[in-house]
């Protein structure tokens, strides 16, 4: 059995696309027209190529957030901890009655 190549064509003016196999054409296949062409392309571009990059940004926004609360977290108690400190200790205060 002789090894037989196949070269998938497409033909931009009549948007079909062709099987050639040895220089005979052997099945015509029609593909969508020019608007649902560039549809479908700009889908695969959105869904392997967009799409990933907005989810690694997000992802790395949404640690950065969280860092940040973090931060703001430790900061909040490192101020009540020094603020109580510097409160004067109320068991130590005189009592107010005669």
């Known amino acids: 059995m002789p090894f037989v190549t196949k070269t998938l064509y497409y033909d931009s003016l009549t948007c ?29 571009f959105f869904l392997f190529v967009s799409l990933p990059y907005l989810s690694l940004w997000m ?7 969280r860092w ?9 108690f490192i101020s009540i901890k020094r603020s109580n400190t ?5 068991h130590m205060r005189p009592s107010l009655k005669p």
């Open 68 to 76: 940040t609360s973090l931060q703001k977290l430790k900061l909040h």
């Open 16 to 44: 079909s696309l062709y099987w050639f196999k040895q220089d005979f054409q052997v099945a015509k296949v029609p593909l969508w027209d020019e608007g649902n062409f560039i549809i479908l392309y700009s889908l695969r």
């Open 59 to 65: 992802i790395l926004f949404s640690f950065v957030i």
């Open 86 to 90: 510097l409160l004067p200790n109320l």
